[in-house]
T-cell receptor, first 113, second 116 residues
């Protein structure tokens, strides 16, 4: 069985500050992990993915995430927030044998000027 | 690469009518397609999974007679909401995966359905 927990349904940061969005997962098989961003009334845009290669994954728009097996975490970070980063962020897990995604509940990021 | 389109992007229909939403993989063959529903300020809820040429597999609680899914080709899946009611108003998103990378889904831009 797989599950995803995103801690913090709302996160606010100042422009230029560090962004940290948390994602913990559980999986009985080696996981594939994804971070997506969603802007209002739009579909999901892939930010980055972990597919069992490098544990530190770099994505688009300056985002990165580190897969930590011992902590079952895949937190998303960005060194310096930009106003355009304000959006909803979803963490998702899938795994061998079942390619359904299990989504987290999402984190709404607000960037303060 | 791996682009998925949806049509229409927005549809308004009257209660009791049916509406069809198309999902197309534009540059790859989609062996599996997924349909999600998203309520405001909530996460995506998987409705069904479909493989080309096979009947769709619906998630628990999803009415298969109300949400008809057809995956007739490797590039097209359709979701028909039959006898739509206001409570069916939602944002519907499809995704697709291909055989080479079954673990990853590529998402469409979504369809906003409003039933009046």
């Amino acid at each position: 069985a797989q599950s995803v927990t995103q801690l913090g349904s709302h996160v606010s940061v100042s422009e230029g500050a560090l962004v940290l969005l948390r994602c913990n997962y559980s999986s009985s098989v080696p996981p594939y992990l994804f971070w997506y961003v969603q802007y209002p009334n739009q579909g999901l845009q892939l930010l980055l993915k972990y597919t069992s290669a490098a544990t530190l994954v770099k994505g688009i728009n300056g985002f990165e995430a580190e897969f930590k097996k011992s902590e079952t975490s895949f937190h998303l970070t960005k060194p310096s927030a930009h106003m355009s980063d304000a959006a909803e962020y979803f963490c998702a897990v899938s795994g061998a044998g079942t390619y359904k995604y299990i989504f987290g509940t999402g984190t709404r990021l607000k960037v303060l000027a | 690469g791996a682009v998925v389109s949806q049509h229409p992007s927005r549809v308004i229909c009257k209660s009791g009518t049916s509406v069809k939403i198309e999902c197309r993989s534009l540059d790859f063959q989609a062996t599996t397609m997924f349909w999600y529903r998203q309520f405001p300020k909530q996460s995506l809820m998987l409705m069904a999974t479909s493989n080309e040429g096979s009947k769709a597999t619906y998630e628990q609680g999803v009415e298969k007679d109300k949400f008809l899914i057809n995956h007739a080709s490797l590039t097209l899946s359709t979701l028909t909401v039959t006898s739509a009611h206001p409570e069916d108003s939602s944002f519907y998103i499809c995704s697709a995966s291909h055989e080479g990378q079954s673990y990853e889904q590529y998402f469409g831009p979504g369809t906003r359905l409003t039933v009046t």
